[in-house]
């Protein structure tokens, strides 16, 4: 993954987000979108749930960062916490692999 310290327009301007985590600003090919389903924050794998989202790097860490932060209540404009262990049982499994394999 990359992640250069500053951004860099012109070249391929593609479409970018902020990792709610981390706060990095990167290309949004490389975030993991999550939605809210009810009170748990899921992966949206496909990109194609409906609704609100939120981006992530694909990373422990930044999941942890997000949830130290509760940035997703607010990422999702909701009061209470949010159930994020369907994120984390994904990025247990795919680690760091970002390619979208065929959930089990
Ligand atoms: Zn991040």
Known sequence: MRRHGKLEYGGQAGP???CVGCRVRTA????????????????????RLP?????????MSCLELAE????????????????VSRVRAHLDREDHDMSCRTPS
């Open 16 to 18: 970018q987000r902020t």
């Open 28 to 47: 949004k090919s490389e975030l993991l979108r999550l939605v809210r389903v009810e009170d748990h924050v899921v992966p949206d794998l496909r990109g």
């Open 51 to 59: 609704g609100r989202g939120a981006s992530l790097h694909p990373a």
């Open 68 to 83: 130290r932060r509760r940035a997703f209540p607010r990422a999702f404009r909701v009061p209470g916490p949010l159930d």
